[in-house]
T-cell receptor, first 116, second 112 residues
Framework: SAVISQKPSRDICQRGTSLTIQCQVDSQVTMMFWYRQQPGQSLTLIATANQGSEATYESGFVIDKFPISRPNLTFSTLTVSNMSPEDSSIYLC?????????????FGPGTRLLVL | GNSVTQMEGPVTLSEEAFLTINCTYTATGYPSLFWYVQYPGEGLQLLLKATKADDKGSNKGFEATYRKETTSFHLEKGSVQVSDSAVYFCALRGAGGFKTIFGAGTRLFVKA
């Protein structure tokens, strides 16, 4: 299994500012993902973080708002840019490895973001 | 497209009661199906999974059977405990795909 840590665990930010969330995995993994979980709602995939190339974004999410880096197989960052109160959510890093269909997907503890 | 529908919560039960949380899905082909649990203040944890029709996933007393004919993956537990209080998410990963689709989540409260 993979152990995932995220920093910060929570933050309170002012609108118009940006926050970078870090995701560190204890082993090399093929796939890394970023999800958003808005209050009382389910998880929505933001993007797949690709090592050495641009992330692949889901419909409704754009690079200018959520820039992502993945410099190696164990680390990724998600930036929430020009924040508004609507960005208040839990942001979760997730990883998977091996044969995708069969492999388990692991989730980090999440970063709880409140935008005032 | 693929989708997951699960019963709305919250579900409130007394300790030792029987639990069922319904989950149905829409997908082409043969997806993999999952139940995840999120305890208060924590991240998601995989509870159980099934990757083909008629497979039964089980863990910690919870069970779910992959029913292709009814496109369902209902979660059951024979005797719940207070420590089972959490939010439960049904999820689907399409065959050959990279995207996991989550249901809305069902909050379970278990009273002593």
């Amino acid at each position: 299994s993979a152990v995932i840590s995220q920093k910060p665990s929570r933050d309170i930010c002012q609108r118009g500012t940006s926050l970078t969330i870090q995701c560190q995995v204890d082993s090399q993994v093929t796939m890394m993902f970023w999800y958003r979980q808005q209050p009382g709602q389910s998880l929505t995939l933001i993007a797949t973080a690709n090592q050495g190339s641009e992330a692949t974004y889901e419909s409704g999410f754009v690079i200018d708002k959520f820039p992502i880096s993945r410099p190696n197989l164990t680390f990724s960052t998600l930036t929430v840019s020009n924040m508004s109160p609507e960005d208040s959510s839990i942001y979760l890093c997730s990883v998977a490895d091996g044969t995708w269909v069969q492999e388990t997907q692991y989730f980090g503890p999440g970063t709880r973001l409140l935008v005032l | 497209g693929n989708s997951v529908t699960q019963m709305e919560g919250p579900v409130t039960l007394s300790e030792e009661a029987f639990l069922t949380i319904n989950c149905t899905y829409t997908a082409t082909g043969y997806p993999s199906l999952f139940w995840y649990v999120q305890y208060p203040g924590e991240g998601l944890q995989l509870l159980l999974k099934a990757t083909k029709a008629d497979d039964k996933g089980s863990n910690k007393g919870f069970e779910a059977t992959y029913r292709k004919e009814t496109t369902s993956f209902h979660l059951e537990k024979g005797s719940v405990q207070v420590s089972d209080s959490a939010v439960y998410f049904c999820a689907l990963r399409g065959a050959g795909g990279f995207k996991t689709i989550f249901g809305a989540g069902t909050r379970l409260f278990v009273k002593a």
